[in-house]
């Protein structure tokens, strides 16, 4: 297993909630069942915490070789983006987004670096553009040479003007492992924000005939024209 395979089990662990379920192959899970141990504050030395407000906190600590930084709330839940840097390169090595749904934490999007660019082959993260008339969003799913078919979609709703727009879809291009969805912007964006929230969903089959599945939450404003 290789340096990058080993960082990221250690930081993509799964953590069963049942009693006597063994653990599954992190490969095979979906994301929102992905939690770090390098993160967890039990497993963290040396912690400093710095009250930023009061409902947030930010940590330092160590684990292994690594200096983990990150913030969480004041119940102690882990929030944002959390990063992990070489104490002996200084150099960083993965940041990890972490969401709370229902009051749990699940790891949406996670990013790994190699020589100081990011791994896209490897991460699991998305970025957005905004042009003249839309915005293109693109998703980096981990590669997994064993998918015979897969398909992409964002399903996604937006506020604009006072008005909530739902259920709405943009099907994905897929290019290798990256899939591209464009969201049309209204004519008249100058003035307000567009705020897009929803959910981006890759289904797919391996050549053993399973099925598997990727996701990512995603939640944007888009200013207009006229705002800096």
């Given at each position: 297993m290789t340096n990058k395979l080993i960082l990221l089990y250690l930081f993509l662990f799964f953590v069963s909630c049942k009693k006597n379920?063994?653990?599954?192959?992190?490969?095979?899970?979906?994301?929102t069942e992905y939690?770090?141990?390098?993160?967890?504050?039990?497993?963290?030395?040396?912690?400093?915490?710095?009250?930023?407000?009061?409902?947030?906190?930010?940590?330092?600590g160590q684990f292994s070789i690594y200096e983990i930084k990150g913030q969480i709330n004041k119940n102690n839940?882990?929030?944002?983006w959390w990063e992990a840097t070489d104490n002996n390169?200084?150099?960083l090595v993965a940041k990890l987004e972490y969401k709370l749904i229902d009051k749990k934490e699940f790891v949406n999007q996670y990013i790994l670096?190699?020589?100081?660019?990011?791994?896209?082959?490897?991460?699991?993260?998305?970025?957005l553009k905004k042009k003249v008339n839309s915005v293109s969003y693109r998703f980096y799913i981990p590669n997994q040479l064993k998918k015979i078919r897969s398909e992409g979609k964002l399903n996604y709703r937006y506020s604009?003007?006072?008005?909530?727009?739902?259920?709405?879809?943009?099907?994905?291009?897929?290019?290798?492992?990256?899939?591209?969805?464009?969201?049309?912007?209204?004519?008249?964006i100058d003035d307000n924000d567009?705020?897009?929230?929803?959910?981006?969903w890759e289904m797919f089959q391996l050549e053993n005939?399973?099925?598997?599945?990727?996701?990512?939450?995603?939640?944007?404003?888009?200013?207009?024209?006229?705002?800096?």
């Open positions: 379920e063994e653990t599954k192959n992190y490969k095979d899970l979906n994301s939690f770090s141990i390098a993160t967890n504050l039990k497993n963290l030395k040396k912690i400093e915490k710095l009250k930023i407000n009061d409902s947030l906190f930010k940590i330092k839940k882990r929030i944002g390169t200084k150099e670096f190699e020589n100081k660019k990011i791994d896209t082959l490897s991460s699991k993260f998305y970025s604009f003007q006072g008005k909530e727009y739902r259920h709405l879809e943009s099907k994905a291009v897929k290019n290798k492992n990256i899939f591209e969805c464009e969201i049309s912007l209204p004519k008249n567009f705020i897009i929230q929803g959910g981006f005939g399973g099925i598997g599945a990727n996701d990512i939450y995603v939640l944007d404003t888009i200013q207009g024209n006229t705002k800096k």
